[in-house]
Nanobody
Framework: QVQLVESGGGLVQAGGSLRLSCAAS????????RGWFRQAPGKEREFVAA???????YYADSVKGRFTISRDDAKMTVYLGMLSLEPEDTAEYYC???????????????WGQGTQVTVSS
């Protein structure tokens, strides 16, 4: 079992920055690929970024160049740095853990409860 807890969300003006954190616990937590997804009300969950066990990173086109995913294996924590935020980035952000990085939510076994990011215009 892997437990995931997100933090770092909040309200920010357009053009601002936030860094989200997702702390993992569990004996085998470091063996999993990690991903970030977001979901706005009435919308399906959308891929944002992923990082493999070995550190390879993947990004949705909509956030490439603005967001950075990273991990600290000593802390079993994955981060999502977000720059130049836009109102379109407003959503509940979820971290996930799975066997391999993937843009598909169904590929991940474990999910956090989410943290809200709101970007005002």
């Amino acid at each position: 079992q892997v437990q995931l807890v997100e933090s770092g969300g909040g309200l920010v003006q357009a053009g601002g920055s936030l860094r989200l954190s997702c702390a993992a616990s569990g004996r085998t937590a470091s063996n999993y690929a990690r991903g970030w997804f977001r979901q706005a009300p009435g919308k399906e969950r959308e891929f944002v970024a992923a990082i493999s066990w070995g550190g390879s990173t993947y990004y949705a086109d909509s956030v490439k160049g603005r967001f950075t995913i990273s991990r600290d294996d000593a802390k079993m924590t994955v981060y999502l740095g977000m720059l130049s935020l836009e109102p379109e980035d407003t959503a509940e952000y979820y971290c996930a853990a799975g066997v391999q990085p993937s843009p598909y939510p169904g590929s991940y076994e474990f999910w956090g409860q989410g943290t809200q990011v709101t970007v005002s215009s």
